[in-house]
């Protein structure tokens, strides 16, 4: 069996979506086992003052995306609280044998990033008035969108480790996979799925501000190597940009990646992005291919 909780308070403006974000989210490291999803607990913070309409709405946006995943909303608990909070706590069932966890990559293994990199910054470019709801549309549907597909595609290719990208970044999510599985990994940057405009808020130093805090953690796993103090400053704020429902990052086997390639491409009509590869010795290092 496997148990999860998650949730936040509003990354969106909209009732419904924020349900459904957080729905994606918690969900999303159940998929990121390999497990599916059975029921789920909604857990609501709200004032009153807001209205049954809203309560109503983000509730609807959760058991949408818990019903999506083929699973049931089963209950829950709300308090009375003046900053909103909702998510979920959800149970859910996978084989033993094929169960996935964030460590067991191996040397070899080529690293696929399901989702785009930025969420993080675009929302912060909104509540900066530089970017409208309207104009992240496509990153308010990313975080909408289950990890399901994602995952069934990972167990048909046998995936050696995986997680879900979320709070810490990938420089976060990739280094705890990479110091439990004793490897190092080499990143290629230009194939970095990104939303748009992405770089160019990130060399602004446009960003959350508790990006400043990860890119600090991160200094100590991230090599600099050539870069100048500009670019690799404007990298670092991609990996650090923490994300809100991302998307799962896999080690699959050389011999194994046409397989996840082409299931994934059959399960979502979408390529996904291969990033980099897991490379031996010096364990939670992350460097940039040249």
């Given at each position: 069996m496997a148990l999860t909780v998650d949730f936040f308070t509003p990354v969106v403006d909209d009732p419904y979506d924020l349900g459904r974000i957080a729905g994606a989210n918690a969900l999303g490291d159940i998929f990121a086992m390999g497990a599916k999803p059975l029921m789920a607990l909604n857990l609501l913070a709200i004032s009153p003052a807001l209205g049954y309409d809203v309560a109503e709405d983000i509730l609807r946006g959760g058991a949408d995306a818990v019903a999506e995943a083929g699973a049931l909303i089963?209950?829950?608990?709300?308090?009375?609280?003046?900053?909103?909070?909702?998510?979920?706590?959800?149970?859910g069932t996978v084989n033993p044998q094929e169960l996935i966890r964030n460590l067991g990559a191996?040397?070899?293994?080529?690293?696929?990033?399901?989702?785009?990199?930025?969420?993080?910054?675009?929302?912060?470019?909104?509540?900066?008035?530089?970017?409208?709801?309207?104009?992240?549309?496509?990153?308010?549907?990313?975080?909408?969108?289950?990890?399901?597909?994602?995952?069934?595609?990972?167990?048909?290719?046998?995936?050696?480790?995986?997680?879900?990208?979320?709070?810490?970044?990938?420089?976060?999510?990739?280094h705890e996979m990479l110091e439990a599985s004793g490897c190092s990994a080499e990143l290629q940057w230009e194939a970095l799925p990104l939303f748009d405009r992405v770089e160019e808020y990130s060399r602004e130093r446009s960003r959350p501000n508790i990006t400043t805090s990860i890119v600090r953690y991160a200094q100590q796993f991230v090599e600099q190597g050539e870069l100048d103090d500009e670019e690799f400053g404007t990298r670092m704020g991609v990996l650090c940009d923490p994300q809100t429902s991302g998307g799962?990052?896999?080690?699959?086997?050389?011999?194994?990646?046409c397989t996840f390639e082409q299931a994934y491409f059959s399960l979502t009509g979408k390529q996904a992005a291969c990033i980099g590869t897991i490379t031996p010795e010096h364990p939670g290092i992350i460097r940039f291919s040249s």
């Open positions: 089963a209950g829950g608990h709300t308090i009375d609280d003046e900053v909103p909070k909702y998510g979920l706590s959800v149970l191996l040397p070899g293994d080529a690293l696929y990033l399901t989702k785009p990199l930025g969420s993080g910054m675009m929302i912060s470019a909104v509540k900066k008035g530089k970017e409208t709801f309207e104009s992240i549309a496509p990153v308010v549907e990313s975080m909408k969108e289950l990890n399901a597909l994602a995952s069934q595609a990972m167990l048909a290719a046998r995936a050696h480790a995986a997680t879900d990208i979320t709070g810490y970044g990938l420089a976060g999510h990739l799962l990052l896999i080690a699959i086997a050389p011999d194994m990646q």
